[in-house]
């Protein structure tokens, strides 16, 4: 079993920036991938960023292309998103999620663990 836990949301203006973190447990770090999702209200989880176990493969929603980066530290069991220029059709919950396979990163059902998620809001 995995424990992962975000933290690093909040409010912000339009064109603003945060990073969000995401802590993992229970099971060595680099044995899975790693992605980011989002929900905003009324609407599906949706894919923004994934990364794979060593950092060298990474997938960005093209809604977010250009604006989000995510990284990851391995030695320190994290999985970062730095989001940039933000608008307010980012706002919504951001989960992590780990895949211990090797399927499609940007589908929701590749991934076996998920946090409780961080919300983002960001102000017209």
């Known amino acids: 079993q995995v424990q992962l836990v975000e933290s690093g949301g909040g409010l912000v203006q339009t064109g603003g920036s945060l990073r969000l973190s995401c802590a993992a447990s229970?099971?060595?770090?680099?044995?899975?991938?790693m992605g980011w999702f989002r929900q905003a209200p009324g609407k599906e989880r949706e894919f923004a960023a994934a990364?794979?176990?060593?950092?060298?493969?990474?997938y960005v929603a093209d809604s977010v292309k250009g604006r989000f980066t995510i990284s990851r530290d391995n030695a320190k069991n994290t999985v970062y998103l730095q989001m940039n220029s933000l608008k307010p059709e980012d706002t919504a919950v951001y989960y992590c999620?780990?895949?211990?396979?090797?399927?499609?990163?940007?589908?929701?059902?590749?991934?076996?663990?998920w946090g409780r998620g961080t919300q983002v809001t960001v102000s017209s």
């Open positions: 990364i794979s176990r060593g950092g060298s493969a990474i």
């Open positions: 999620a780990g895949s211990g396979g090797y399927a499609t990163p940007t589908s929701l059902a590749t991934y076996d663990w």
């Open positions: 229970g099971r060595t770090f680099s044995n899975y991938a």
